[in-house]
């Protein structure tokens, strides 16, 4: 089980920036594959940003073309968290975020893999889900 715990989003003007933050719970064993999601209503889930928790694994970060030389992605190692920090927001960015989970028992291998291109990690590659996080720009 890993617990999966969300928080920052909410309302900015376009070129605005947001910083969102994904704590997970891990064990002494593995670090997690965290990506972050973003859903609009009537659309699917799209996976934006993914990275290793542990900084002695593979930490190298994925993105999709829609958010690259915008949005980070990074971790503290220490408490098991990614931050995705977004900047030059622009209203197609305007979503719900929400932050999956998942044990990567190979060091940053399972990550990855998600983070080949093309970047297209799936929802069914995340067993643990946020409630998510609503992310308003207006422009």
């Known amino acids: 089980q890993v617990q999966v715990t969300e928080s920052g989003g909410g309302s900015v003007q376009a070129g605005g920036s947001l910083r969102l933050s994904c704590q997970t719970s891990r064990d002494s064993y593995r670090g997690n594959c965290v990506a972050w999601f973003r859903q609009t209503p009537g659309k699917e889930r799209e996976g934006i940003a993914t990275?290793?928790?542990?900084?002695?694994?593979?930490?190298?970060?994925g993105y999709a073309d829609s958010v690259e030389g915008r949005f980070t992605i990074s971790r503290d190692s220490a408490s098991s968290t990614a931050y995705l920090q977004m900047n030059d927001l622009k209203p197609e960015d305007t979503a719900k975020y929400y932050c999956a989970a998942e044990p990567d028992w190979d060091m940053g291998g399972f990550c990855r893999r998600v983070a080949l291109r093309p970047f297209r990690p799936k929802v069914s590659d995340f067993n643990y889900w946020g409630q998510g996080t609503q992310v308003t720009v207006s422009s």
């Open positions: 990275i290793y928790t542990v900084s002695t694994g593979d930490g190298t970060p």
